[in-house]
Protein backbone atom coordinates (compact mmCIF):
# COMPACT_ATOMS: atom_id res chain seq x y z
CA UNK A 1 0.00 0.00 0.00
CA UNK A 2 1.70 3.20 -1.02
CA UNK A 3 1.78 5.68 1.71
CA UNK A 4 -0.15 9.49 1.44
CA UNK A 5 1.99 11.66 0.57
CA UNK A 6 2.29 15.00 2.74
CA UNK A 7 2.09 18.45 1.03
CA UNK A 8 4.89 20.09 1.85
CA UNK A 9 4.74 23.11 4.49
CA UNK A 10 4.32 26.31 2.47
CA UNK A 11 7.54 28.71 3.22
CA UNK A 12 6.55 31.70 5.25
CA UNK A 13 7.89 35.17 4.21
CA UNK A 14 9.59 36.94 7.66
CA UNK A 15 6.56 39.29 8.85
CA UNK A 16 6.78 43.01 7.89
CA UNK A 17 8.37 43.97 11.00
CA UNK A 18 11.75 41.66 10.59
CA UNK A 19 11.88 42.48 6.77
CA UNK A 20 12.04 46.44 7.75
CA UNK A 21 14.27 45.78 10.49
CA UNK A 22 16.57 43.61 8.05
CA UNK A 23 16.40 46.66 5.86
CA UNK A 24 17.56 49.40 8.21
CA UNK A 25 20.32 47.44 9.41
CA UNK A 26 21.81 46.51 6.70
CA UNK A 27 21.75 50.12 5.40
CA UNK A 28 23.39 50.99 8.83
CA UNK A 29 25.62 48.72 8.29
CA UNK A 30 26.71 49.80 5.33
CA UNK A 31 26.81 53.33 6.59
CA UNK A 32 28.92 52.11 9.30
CA UNK A 33 31.79 51.15 7.45
CA UNK A 34 32.04 54.15 5.92
CA UNK A 35 31.88 56.22 9.05
CA UNK A 36 32.39 54.14 12.19
CA UNK A 37 29.44 52.68 14.24
CA UNK A 38 30.39 56.32 16.29
CA UNK A 39 28.46 57.75 13.29
CA UNK A 40 25.50 55.58 13.51
CA UNK A 41 22.42 57.78 14.72
CA UNK A 42 18.62 57.37 14.39
CA UNK A 43 18.54 60.26 12.22
CA UNK A 44 21.50 59.16 9.62
CA UNK A 45 20.20 55.98 8.85
CA UNK A 46 16.48 57.12 8.99
CA UNK A 47 17.61 59.81 5.87
CA UNK A 48 19.60 56.64 3.71
CA UNK A 49 16.70 54.37 4.17
CA UNK A 50 14.12 57.40 3.44
CA UNK A 51 11.79 56.49 6.97
CA UNK A 52 11.09 59.08 9.40
CA UNK A 53 13.17 58.80 12.87
CA UNK A 54 9.90 57.35 14.61
CA UNK A 55 9.94 54.58 12.20
CA UNK A 56 13.69 53.82 12.97
CA UNK A 57 12.84 54.35 16.24
CA UNK A 58 9.99 51.73 16.58
CA UNK A 59 12.47 49.38 15.57
CA UNK A 60 15.72 50.33 17.76
CA UNK A 61 14.78 51.95 21.25
CA UNK A 62 18.13 53.81 21.18
CA UNK A 63 21.25 54.38 19.12
CA UNK A 64 23.07 51.75 21.10
CA UNK A 65 20.79 49.35 20.53
CA UNK A 66 21.31 49.90 16.37
CA UNK A 67 24.68 50.06 17.04
CA UNK A 68 25.03 46.01 18.97
CA UNK A 69 22.44 44.99 15.96
CA UNK A 70 25.42 46.25 13.58
CA UNK A 71 28.12 44.02 15.16
CA UNK A 72 25.97 41.15 15.43
CA UNK A 73 25.05 41.49 11.71
CA UNK A 74 28.56 42.18 10.29
CA UNK A 75 29.57 39.16 13.31
CA UNK A 76 27.27 36.72 11.05
CA UNK A 77 28.66 37.99 7.49
CA UNK A 78 31.73 37.78 8.55
CA UNK A 79 31.01 33.64 10.04
CA UNK A 80 29.32 33.37 6.29
CA UNK A 81 31.89 34.30 4.43
CA UNK A 82 34.93 33.48 6.57
CA UNK A 83 34.74 30.42 9.01
CA UNK A 84 31.88 28.34 7.52
CA UNK A 85 33.48 27.90 4.32
CA UNK A 86 36.77 26.79 5.70
CA UNK A 87 35.18 24.08 7.12
CA UNK A 88 34.84 22.23 4.24
CA UNK A 89 38.68 21.75 3.79
CA UNK A 90 40.42 18.78 6.31
CA UNK A 91 41.55 19.40 9.54
CA UNK A 92 44.63 21.02 9.74
CA UNK A 93 46.65 22.97 7.81
CA UNK A 94 44.76 23.06 5.37
CA UNK A 95 41.73 24.66 7.10
CA UNK A 96 43.75 26.90 8.37
CA UNK A 97 45.47 27.98 5.25
CA UNK A 98 41.53 28.09 3.90
CA UNK A 99 40.25 30.12 7.13
CA UNK A 100 43.01 32.96 6.11
CA UNK A 101 42.31 32.74 2.65
CA UNK A 102 38.85 33.59 3.21
CA UNK A 103 39.73 36.01 5.46
CA UNK A 104 42.13 37.66 2.99
CA UNK A 105 39.29 37.42 0.45
CA UNK A 106 37.29 39.61 2.93
CA UNK A 107 39.83 41.96 3.54
CA UNK A 108 40.70 42.71 -0.05
CA UNK A 109 36.88 44.29 -0.32
CA UNK A 110 36.94 45.93 2.98
CA UNK A 111 40.00 47.87 1.98
CA UNK A 112 37.94 50.06 0.29
CA UNK A 113 34.78 49.78 2.55
CA UNK A 114 36.16 49.37 5.22
CA UNK A 115 36.61 47.11 8.49
CA UNK A 116 33.97 47.52 11.50
CA UNK A 117 36.40 45.10 13.68
CA UNK A 118 39.38 47.48 13.24
CA UNK A 119 37.25 50.86 13.33
CA UNK A 120 35.81 49.80 16.27
CA UNK A 121 38.78 49.10 18.42
CA UNK A 122 39.79 52.60 17.75
CA UNK A 123 36.29 53.98 18.70
CA UNK A 124 35.68 52.01 21.65
CA UNK A 125 38.85 50.70 22.83
CA UNK A 126 38.70 52.93 25.66
CA UNK A 127 34.89 53.70 26.32
CA UNK A 128 33.42 50.63 28.38
CA UNK A 129 29.96 49.83 27.76
CA UNK A 130 27.43 46.85 25.95
CA UNK A 131 28.87 48.06 22.17
CA UNK A 132 32.70 47.37 23.38
CA UNK A 133 31.37 44.49 24.83
CA UNK A 134 29.85 43.15 21.66
CA UNK A 135 32.82 44.01 19.48
CA UNK A 136 35.35 42.23 22.11
CA UNK A 137 33.31 39.02 21.85
CA UNK A 138 33.03 38.91 18.75
CA UNK A 139 36.38 39.26 17.75
CA UNK A 140 37.27 36.77 20.68
CA UNK A 141 35.16 34.20 18.82
CA UNK A 142 37.07 34.85 15.81
CA UNK A 143 39.99 34.67 17.23
CA UNK A 144 39.34 31.54 19.49
CA UNK A 145 38.53 30.07 16.35
CA UNK A 146 41.69 30.49 14.75
CA UNK A 147 43.40 29.61 17.59
CA UNK A 148 41.82 26.04 17.57
CA UNK A 149 42.91 25.57 13.50
CA UNK A 150 46.32 26.11 14.84
CA UNK A 151 45.93 23.26 17.73
CA UNK A 152 44.05 21.02 15.49
CA UNK A 153 47.13 21.55 12.46
CA UNK A 154 49.52 20.32 15.12
CA UNK A 155 47.29 17.56 16.66
CA UNK A 156 47.34 16.06 12.68
CA UNK A 157 51.38 16.43 12.87
CA UNK A 158 51.04 19.58 10.34
CA UNK A 159 52.48 22.14 12.83
CA UNK A 160 54.96 21.24 15.37
CA UNK A 161 54.21 20.21 19.10
CA UNK A 162 56.31 22.49 21.03
CA UNK A 163 55.44 25.43 18.57
CA UNK A 164 53.62 28.46 20.84
CA UNK A 165 50.12 28.38 19.20
CA UNK A 166 49.30 31.80 20.94
CA UNK A 167 52.38 33.71 19.11
CA UNK A 168 51.37 31.66 16.08
CA UNK A 169 48.13 33.30 16.28
CA UNK A 170 49.07 36.54 17.31
CA UNK A 171 51.57 36.75 14.24
CA UNK A 172 48.76 36.03 11.96
CA UNK A 173 45.77 38.70 13.51
CA UNK A 174 49.16 40.77 13.16
CA UNK A 175 48.96 40.77 9.42
CA UNK A 176 45.39 42.00 8.76
CA UNK A 177 45.86 44.35 11.40
CA UNK A 178 49.29 45.47 9.31
CA UNK A 179 47.01 44.92 6.03
CA UNK A 180 44.42 47.48 7.09
CA UNK A 181 47.02 50.38 7.55
CA UNK A 182 49.64 49.75 4.67
CA UNK A 183 47.02 49.35 1.72
CA UNK A 184 44.01 51.35 3.38
CA UNK A 185 45.69 54.23 5.30
CA UNK A 186 48.84 54.59 3.46
CA UNK A 187 47.83 53.18 0.24
CA UNK A 188 51.23 51.23 -0.38
CA UNK A 189 51.41 48.69 -3.63
CA UNK A 190 51.68 45.21 -2.81
CA UNK A 191 50.32 44.95 0.80
CA UNK A 192 48.30 42.20 -0.10
CA UNK A 193 50.89 40.19 -1.15
CA UNK A 194 53.37 40.70 1.26
CA UNK A 195 50.57 39.73 3.76
CA UNK A 196 50.28 36.52 2.10
CA UNK A 197 53.93 35.57 1.90
CA UNK A 198 54.34 36.90 5.87
CA UNK A 199 51.61 34.26 6.46
CA UNK A 200 53.65 31.70 4.48
CA UNK A 201 56.69 32.48 6.53
CA UNK A 202 54.98 32.06 9.46
CA UNK A 203 53.53 28.51 9.16
CA UNK A 204 57.09 27.89 8.10
CA UNK A 205 58.59 28.51 11.28
CA UNK A 206 56.47 26.24 12.48
CA UNK A 207 55.94 23.06 9.91
CA UNK A 208 56.59 19.58 10.32
CA UNK A 209 58.14 17.52 7.37
CA UNK A 210 54.70 16.28 7.06
CA UNK A 211 53.14 19.40 6.44
CA UNK A 212 50.45 19.58 3.14
CA UNK A 213 51.84 21.90 0.90
CA UNK A 214 49.79 25.28 -0.01
CA UNK A 215 48.55 23.94 -2.95
CA UNK A 216 46.86 21.22 -1.68
CA UNK A 217 44.44 23.71 -0.12
CA UNK A 218 41.66 24.70 -2.73
CA UNK A 219 39.18 27.15 -2.19
CA UNK A 220 36.85 26.60 0.35
CA UNK A 221 33.23 25.89 -1.23
CA UNK A 222 30.54 28.03 -0.64
CA UNK A 223 29.12 27.48 3.09
CA UNK A 224 26.31 25.15 3.29
CA UNK A 225 22.69 26.95 4.39
CA UNK A 226 21.73 26.39 7.68
CA UNK A 227 25.35 25.68 9.28
CA UNK A 228 25.45 25.49 12.98
CA UNK A 229 26.76 29.05 14.22
CA UNK A 230 30.45 29.63 16.14
CA UNK A 231 28.38 31.49 19.12
CA UNK A 232 26.26 34.22 18.78
CA UNK A 233 27.15 37.74 19.96
CA UNK A 234 24.56 38.78 22.65
Keep these: MS ?5 AKPVRAAPKGQQT ?3 IVDAALALAAQIGLEGLSIGAVAEITKMSKSGVFAH ?14 YHARFEQEVFFPALQAPRGLPRLRA ?3 NWMKRTSTEIDSGCIYISGASEFDDRPGPVRDALVESVSIWQAAVLRAIVQSQTEGHLRADADERQVAFEIHGLILALHYEARFLRVPGSIGRANVGFDNILARAATPDAPPASNTADAA ?12 R
Design 21 to 23: KAI
Design 99 to 101: MFA
Design 3 to 7: ATAVP
Design 60 to 73: FGSREELQISVVRE
Design 222 to 233: PAARGARRLKTV
